[in-house]
């Protein structure tokens, strides 16, 4: 059996679940498994950071922001 890595995402209760394949041929084997906790990734900005960041290269354009249009309720069924 080749060691393998698999990453996987702990979920909202604090429960890992895994389920891996390995092959029938290593059925009944023993196996380590380690778990590593992945370093944070760097905050990213928010949208509105992000969109305020690219005005700039706009700014001479005269392009202004359009109304919020209203929409009419959705139908109840």
């Known amino acids: 059996m080749k060691p393998m890595q698999v990453e ?12 891996v394949s390995v092959g029938s041929s290593e059925a009944n084997r023993q196996v380590i498994v380690t778990i590593e906790p992945l370093p944070k990734p760097e905050s990213s900005p928010r949208q509105d950071a992000w969109s305020e960041s690219l005005y700039g290269s706009c700014a001479g354009l005269g392009l ?14």
Not at 8 to 17: C, E, K, T
Not at 64 to 77: A, Q
């Open 8 to 19: 996987s995402q702990i979920g909202p209760d604090g429960v890992l679940h895994l389920a």
């Open 64 to 77: 202004e922001e359009p109304p919020d249009l209203s929409l009419p309720p959705l139908p109840v069924e």
